[in-house]
């Protein structure tokens, strides 16, 4: 006998990480603790692929974070990378970004970069708007958070609760705010199997790293579904971050970082 409900999730699976290239990346956040110095992302999408949710991130180190979504395109990244390698602030970014898009038309891409600034953090967020509905951006001092193709532009404002009410280290509040969208079909395209996306990942880099390559920050955690394993990534994500608490590794620094920011 043929399980349908399993086939159609194949099929789903098969067909999103076929797409991964152009793929529309769904919720995603990028922040700063300018009192440490770290610099974080963390994001996910009903992309069931190694590289699913976590193609987007790019940490520069010592420096700030970029998240390049929907219509997702490597050249578009770069150029971004080279704009805050040069000097450019989180808003100067992206409105070049959108000047000098690589297809001429950036009414579909989606943005969010923040930075250390030297303690004076900064952020910046873009949503076209001919993303795949639901659709937002919002931006704090030192967080931008985005989303598109969602159930609701709550999941959003909830990343942003979740991010600011968690008590704790900025890795602690990033998995806040992905705990906070967690919810079936927070990318609308995973509703019919009961989960939020199909990958997710949290990175965060410290002044101690000295790689921003995949796999070699501090915090390095991507988990994504394969096959017919279907299962929540988020709370996956979660175990998984629970376990590398339990030896987290330490970085003594003499740079000076902003007081008193909360």
């Known amino acids: 006998m043929i399980d349908t409900k399993l086939t159609s999730a194949l099929l789903l699976l098969a067909l999103l990480f076929s797409n991964t290239i152009q793929a529309q990346h769904t919720f995603s956040i990028v922040a700063v603790d300018p009192k440490t110095g770290e610099i974080g992302s963390a994001g996910a999408t009903c992309i069931g692929a190694e590289d699913g949710a976590l193609v987007i991130s790019d940490i520069i180190l010592g420096v700030g974070a970029i998240h390049t979504q929907s219509f997702w395109s490597p050249s578009n990244q770069n150029n971004a990378r080279g704009r805050m390698l040069a000097g450019d602030s989180p808003q100067q970014i992206i409105d070049w970004l959108q000047q000098n898009d690589i297809n001429g038309d950036a009414s579909q891409r989606q943005y969010g ?7 004076n953090p900064r952020s910046a967020a873009f949503t076209g708007a001919n993303c795949f509905r639901e659709f937002k951006h919002i931006t704090g001092p030192n967080y931008a958070i985005a989303g598109n193709i969602l159930i609701s532009e709550d999941v959003v404002d909830d990343m942003e609760t979740g991010f600011l009410n968690t008590k704790g280290s900025l890795s602690d509040k990033l998995m806040g705010a992905l705990q906070a969208a967690k919810r079936p079909g927070a990318d609308e395209r995973c509703l019919s199997f009961n989960i939020s996306s199909a990958s997710a990942f949290v990175r965060m880099a410290t002044p101690c790293d000295t790689d921003s390559t995949y796999g070699n ?14 299962f929540e990534p988020i709370d996956a994500l979660q175990t998984a971050y629970d376990n590398w608490q339990l030896s987290v590794p330490t970085c003594n620094t003499d740079i000076i970082f902003a007081s008193g920011f909360e």
């Open 217 to 230: 920050l501090s915090l390095d955690l991507n988990v994504w579904t394969q096959g017919s394993n279907v």
């Open 113 to 119: 970069v923040v930075d250390l600034n030297a303690g």
